[in-house]
C-alpha cells in the first residue's frame, strides 16, 4: 500500500472496560473510537494500519470509563466563601443566597474567569470532562454569564461546559428577572433555569415553572431548574414541572435538581408522583454533600438527610446524576470536584450499597450523567464516537468506587489531556 495511504492511529492495550470479563484493546483513529476488542494489533496490517509506526500505550488491565459528567455545579460562585461579608453563619441555603446577594457587585469578568479556571482544572484532574454550570443572572449586567460564555469557549478542547441561565434571586421575586433569564438564552446559554422554592410566594414559583418551560420551547433550549430545594414536604414544584415538560414533549430536555423535598414527602405521594415521572422521562440531578449540609437545619432529631430519593427513583427506571454543586462558596465551604467523593456520599445516604449496585454505581457519573445533559451520540464507548474516555486506577468498578480510585490518563477527542502516576517508595514491603 502506497505509503499516503498508510493509516495513522494509537492502539491502547491491555484496557479492562466495566463488564469485559477480559482485557480489551481500543484503536483510536482521526480522534474518534475506530475499534474495540482483544488482540487488534493482529488485524490491524490487513485493514491499512502501519503497525510498525502505530503508537501503542498498554494500559496494565486498569478500567477505562466514560469520561466524568458534573452535572450541577456553579462555576461563578467558586472560592468566594471568604469574602467579607459572605460567610453563612446559619449554614442555610437561604441565608447563603442572601450573603450571595450582598457580595456578589464587585465580581468582574476576569476575576470570575480566573476562580472558575482553577475549578474546571481541578474536575479535569478528577476525570470530568462535562460540566453543567449554573450562571446568576439576577444581575442586570450578566457578569457571571459573560464569563462563563467566554471560558465555554476558550476551554472546549479540555471540557464541555452547558451553561444554565439561572435566576438565583427568583424569576418573579428579582425584578426583571424573567427577562434576564431570556436575555440569558438570547446571549448563548444552553439551559433555561429556575428556582421556584426561592420565589415569594407559591404563584410565582408555579408561574415561574410555566415561563421555564415556555421559554425551553420557544428558544429550543435544555431545562434545569433548582427544584424544590426545602425540607417542605409541600413544596411540589417538581410535580408541575414535570406535567409541563410531559405535556410539552421535552421531559428527556428537562432536568430537576435538587428535589430535597422528595426526602420528606410520604410515600403514597410519592408513588402517585413516580407515574408522572416515568411518563415524562425527566432527568433528576443531585448534590448530596451540599444538601447534606445545608437541609435538615431546622429539624433537632430524627434529623433528616436532605437528599432527594436517589435509590427510589432509580430503581423506578428514573434518571438520576450527580453534581459537585459547590467548591468553597457561601452554601458550602468544601468541595474539590472530585465526584468519587460525590458518588461515594450518595451511595451511603441513599443505601445503595448492595454489591450488584456498587458494580453498576460509576453510571451516576457516566451514563446517567450524559443522559442529563442529552449528549446523545457525542458521548460514549462505541465505535464512531469520539474518543473521550479516562483510565482510573482500579482494575473493576468495585475497586474504583470501593477505593475512589484516581484518574491515570484522561484523553479527549483522542488526544492525551494529562497523565499521573501512583507511586510509594517504602522500606517495608506490606507498604509498597
Not at 109 to 126: F, G, L, T
Not at 187 to 213: L, N, Q, T, W
Not at 250 to 277: P, Q, R, V, W
Amino acid at each position: 500500500m502506497a505509503q499516503e495511504e498508510t493509516k495513522k492511529a494509537t492502539l491502547y492495550v491491555n484496557a479492562r472496560l466495566a463488564g469485559s470479563d477480559a482485557p480489551q484493546d481500543i484503536l483510536v483513529e482521526d480522534g474518534r473510537f475506530a475499534a474495540f476488542g482483544q488482540g487488534l494489533a493482529e488485524s490491524l496490517p490487513a485493514q491499512g494500519y502501519d503497525v510498525a509506526n502505530l503508537e501503542t500505550v498498554d494500559l496494565n488491565g486498569k478500567l477505562v470509563s466514560s469520561p466524568f459528567c458534573d452535572t450541577h455545579l456553579h462555576l461563578d460562585y467558586v472560592f468566594t466563601a471568604r469574602k467579607p461579608g459572605a460567610v453563612n453563619e446559619t449554614g442555610t441555603l437561604f441565608e447563603g443566597i442572601q450573603r450571595w446577594s450582598e457580595t456578589k457587585s464587585d465580581l468582574t469578568v476576569d476575576e470570575i474567569k480566573e476562580r472558575a479556571r482553577k475549578a474546571v482544572a481541578m474536575e479535569v484532574h478528577h476525570g470530568v470532562q462535562y460540566i453543567r454550570s449554573h450562571a446568576d443572572v439576577t444581575d442586570p449586567n450578566l457578569t457571571s454569564l459573560k464569563a462563563l460564555l467566554e471560558l465555554k469557549e476558550e476551554l472546549k478542547d479540555i471540557v464541555t461546559i452547558q451553561i444554565v441561565s439561572f435566576p438565583q434571586e427568583g424569576m418573579y421575586s428579582y425584578k426583571g428577572g424573567d427577562e434576564l433569564v431570556e436575555e440569558g438564552l438570547r446571549m448563548g446559554a444552553d439551559c433555561v433555569g429556575g428556582i421556584p422554592h426561592y420565589e415569594a410566594c407559591r404563584e410565582f414559583g408555579e408561574r415561574s415553572m410555566h415561563k421555564v418551560v415556555e421559554l425551553a420551547a420557544k428558544y429550543g433550549k435544555l431545562i434545569d431548574v433548582h427544584c424544590d430545594e426545602t425540607d417542605d414536604p409541600n413544596s411540589r414544584f417538581v410535580e408541575l414541572l414535570s406535567a409541563l415538560a410531559y405535556q410539552e414533549g421535552i421531559g428527556e430536555m428537562t432536568t430537576a435538581s435538587h428535589t430535597c423535598s422528595l426526602g420528606s414527602a410520604d410515600n403514597a405521594y410519592f408513588f402517585h408522583l413516580t407515574k408522572l415521572l416515568k411518563a415524562a422521562k425527566i432527568n433528576f440531578a443531585c448534590a448530596p454533600t451540599e444538601n447534606l449540609y445545608l437541609q435538615g437545619r431546622q429539624d433537632t432529631f430524627p434529623k433528616r438527610r436532605g437528599i432527594t430519593r436517589v435509590k427510589e427513583l432509580t430503581d423506578a427506571g428514573v434518571n438520576v446524576s450527580l453534581g459537585q454543586d459547590s467548591m468553597q462558596d457561601p452554601w458550602y465551604p468544601l468541595g474539590n470536584g472530585n465526584m468519587m467523593i460525590i458518588l461515594d456520599y450518595v451511595l451511603h445516604l441513599a443505601q445503595m450499597m448492595s454489591f450488584p449496585e456498587i458494580d453498576d454505581a460509576l453510571k451516576f457519573l457516566t451514563v446517567n450523567g450524559a443522559t442529563t445533559m442529552h449528549l446523545g451520540d457525542a458521548y460514549g464507548l462505541e465505535v464512531g464516537r469520539p474518543a473521550n474516555f479516562v483510565v482510573i486506577d482500579a482494575s473493576s468498578v468495585f475497586d474504583a468506587v470501593y477505593e475512589r480510585a484516581g484518574i491515570l490518563r484522561s484523553v479527549r477527542n483522542g488526544r492525551t489531556l494529562f497523565t499521573s502516576e501512583t507511586r510509594v517508595d517504602s522500606d517495608f514491603a506490606l507498604l509498597r
